[in-house]
């Protein structure tokens, strides 16, 4: 369909890489006129000015209530509610809820169309939320790294014994006790700091 | 045994009730554990109750209203079961917009009717000289504040067309009218005592000084849900009303008005919702009394000739029928107070029709 490559797609949404992904997803799906507004004062003006076909934005954001409004005083052509004001495709809802995803259709787009569009927008929330889950579990295994090298040193210190020597009673009092050696080596640290 | 119920609220000091409610044990005399869970946006809670991720909702009373009536274009409507408070809303302007109004003002400034004459040449003003119309912020489409603020409007003779009504998220406010984006709103506590207090707005009238004992919010459930158990939706009420009756009693003000700043959070003090509920002396904007929760039918056709008047729906009599079995009022409650007009006068709901002409 030549004509579905000329909607306009507007992202509202602040969060620079979540945007980021959901754009690039769009455009690679033909969506050649994507428009992202990442601030919400004035939200109404700015979107009547980009005179957008559908709204994509956080099922979370208090700004929900002002495209409410919008569709409100759209005129006849507007819809309602894209996702939800047709119960009809339960699994497109639910999945929707579960990305977060909510869509606001401003003229009367057929509901095949939303949906391919809501569809792309539900996977990409996802791609993101997993790429933020891994990137907190990365930060995380990088922090307990650093408080694990961090113990080693004060126990290779204060009991003058090697490296290898040190990380193995640490790891032996870890099983012993049934707990991380990251845990371990962060009770070290407190204790080391409590002692100095 | 006590059943799960999972009311969704936006952070307002008219959800108070249900706070006191879940504090105070009031949930688990009536069988019920009430899990409160905040939310961001009016849709949001609407539609997380028609799709069953919440069993009820504070809820503006308007969009129940407009459930009803199937102006939502959702196919769940859903019911009142009970007041959680009346009235509670405020008009702020932006400071140059407060001066410009003294400057024209003749007569009582807590008269919103002189200061909506003050208005109107301002407005006319700012179109003779081809000034951008002033804008005005609420909250949602089917919701009191956007009605109340017609009615200052009305009570101007101002053309709604010749201002911008806008919505604006309650947390925007502040950064939207210090940013010059709106030039007043309205909306509810505490966040015109918090704009207030940072100095970029300031409060012009409570709105009970245009209507008082306006139905504000209520404990909304799915129709479908409260037809199949209305057990559920009835002993939840009664919840409701307990919390508002322990409220009421002087012995029980500090504590009630504790723990309703303390759920807020977000800069909400005690001292502010006592002064809203006219605790200190000062007067009252928001009533939380056992009366307040009360429901009735006329309070539904007052709501529906605010949205006649807003164009939102058509003065039929079968919408008028339609929209007045929205709230379901609890048997043996108390009776709700009637509504009162600005000038004195009580709406009748035998006669609503004419009161479009406020408009």
Redesign the interface.
């Given at each position: 369909m030549p004509d579905e490559k000329k909607l306009r797609i507007v992202i509202v949404d602040q969060n620079p890489l979540r945007t980021a992904i959901l754009r690039d997803g769009l455009r690679e799906a033909g969506y050649e006129q994507v428009l992202v507004v990442d601030t919400?004062?004035?939200l109404?003006?700015r979107l009547r000015a980009i005179d957008a076909d559908i709204v994509l934005i956080d099922?979370?954001?208090?700004?929900?209530?002002?495209?409410?409004?919008m569709i409100?005083?759209s005129g006849a052509a507007a819809?309602?509610?894209a996702m939800?004001?047709d119960?009809s495709d339960s699994a497109m809802?639910n999945a929707a809820?579960d990305a977060g995803v909510?869509a606001y259709v401003v003229d009367g787009l057929k509901k095949e169309r939303v949906k391919t569009i809501v569809d792309l927008t539900v996977s990409r929330f996802n791609a993101f939320a997993r790429l933020r889950e891994e990137l907190v579990a990365a930060q995380g295994q990088l922090a307990d790294r650093k408080a694990i090298d961090q113990a080693k040193g004060l126990v290779m210190k204060a009991k003058n014994i090697p490296e290898e020597q040190a990380y193995a009673m640490m790891r032996k009092v870890a099983m012993n006790e049934g707990k991380k050696i990251a845990e371990i080596a962060r009770s070290i640290l407190t204790a080391a700091e409590f002692l100095r | 045994m006590t059943r799960l119920l999972r009311i969704s609220y936006m952070p307002l000091t008219d959800a108070g009730l249900l706070f006191v409610a879940a504090a105070k044990h009031f949930d688990r005399e009536e069988g019920l554990r009430f899990e409160l869970r905040p939310?961001?946006?009016?849709?949001?809670l609407r539609?997380k109750l028609?799709?069953g991720?919440c069993d009820a909702a504070h809820m503006l009373a308007p969009a129940v209203v407009a459930s009803a009536l199937g102006l939502?274009?959702?196919?769940?409507p859903m019911i009142g079961a009970v007041a959680l408070g009346l009235d509670g809303n405020a008009i702020s302007v932006s400071p140059s917009l407060g001066a410009a109004l003294r400057a024209k003002i003749f007569g009582d400034a807590s008269d919103p009717a002189v200061t909506a004459r003050a208005l109107a040449e301002i407005v006319a003003e700012r179109a003779a000289q081809g000034q951008p119309a002033l804008r005005f912020a609420h909250?949602?489409?089917f919701s009191s504040h956007h009605y109340q603020l017609r009615l200052w409007l009305g009570a101007g003779k101002i053309d709604p067309a010749a201002v911008r009504l806008?919505?604006?998220?309650?947390?925007?406010m502040e950064?939207?009218i210090a940013?010059g984006?709106i030039d007043g709103f309205c909306v509810g506590e505490p966040w015109n005592t918090l704009a207030q207090r940072s100095g970029v707005a300031e409060v012009l009238h409570p709105c009970c000084a245009l209507v008082r004992d306006c139905p504000e919010k209520v404990l909304a459930f799915p129709r479908e849900a409260a037809t199949l158990e209305p057990e559920i939706s009835h002993a939840a009420a009664r919840a409701v009303q307990r919390a508002a009756a322990w409220g009421e009693r002087q012995e029980n003000h500090a504590e009630f008005c504790e723990l309703i700043a303390e759920k807020l959070g977000a800069g909400a003090t005690p001292e502010m919702v006592a002064a809203s509920l006219g605790h200190d002396g000062s007067a009252p904007w928001l009533r939380l009394d056992a009366q307040a929760t009360a429901l009735s039918g006329a309070q539904a056709l007052w709501l529906f000739v605010l949205m006649v008047a807003a164009g939102?729906v058509e003065a039929s009599d079968a919408n008028a029928e339609a929209a007045g079995k929205a709230f379901w009022p609890l048997d043996g409650a108390p009776v709700a107070p009637s509504i009162n007009l600005h000038g004195g006068t009580a709406f009748d709901p035998a006669k609503w029709r004419e009161s479009l002409a406020l408009f």
């Open positions: 919400f004062l004035d109404e003006v099922l979370e954001n208090p700004s929900r209530d002002v495209l409410e409004q409100r005083i819809r309602p509610v939800f004001a119960s809802i809820i909510s | 939310e961001a946006s009016w849709a949001n539609d028609a799709l991720i939502d274009g959702f196919p769940a909250v949602f489409p806008t919505v604006t998220p309650p947390p925007l950064a939207s940013g984006y939102q």
